[in-house]
């Protein structure tokens, strides 16, 4: 079974930037598309952006030119980086896989303080 470790999450304020990275035990070319998505105290998950292997991607309108997903197939990962964040931005942050079979992390908390 793949596993999914996220990292990179912490608390900062408004403003400011984190990179979240997901690290894969397989390779990421089979698990693709992948993405992240996030969920806020008393909400439901929602998707943040999503990636395919051929390098498409797509991004909620709510982060859209402050968020950018990637991914570094020689390191199994796939990054999520976050500029300009804003208090709404507080969640924790899943990354998903697709690929043969659905895969989630365990999560890592992003917190945003005005």
């Known amino acids: 079974q793949v596993q999914l470790v996220e990292s990179g999450g912490g608390s900062v304020q408004a403003g400011g930037s984190l990179r979240l990275s997901c690290a894969a035990s397989?390779?990421?070319?089979?698990?693709?598309?992948m993405g992240w998505y996030r969920q806020a105290p008393g909400k439901q998950r929602e998707l943040v952006a999503r990636i395919w292997s051929g390098g498409s991607t797509i991004i909620a309108d709510s982060v859209k030119g402050r968020f950018t997903i990637s991914t570094d197939n020689a390191k199994n990962t796939m990054y999520l980086q976050m500029n300009s964040l804003k208090p709404e931005d507080t969640a924790v942050y899943y990354c998903?896989?697709?690929?043969?079979?659905?895969?989630w992390g365990q999560g890592t908390q992003v917190t945003v303080s005005s």
């Open positions: 998903v896989a697709f690929g043969v079979e659905i895969n």
């Open positions: 397989g390779s990421i070319s089979v698990l693709t598309p």
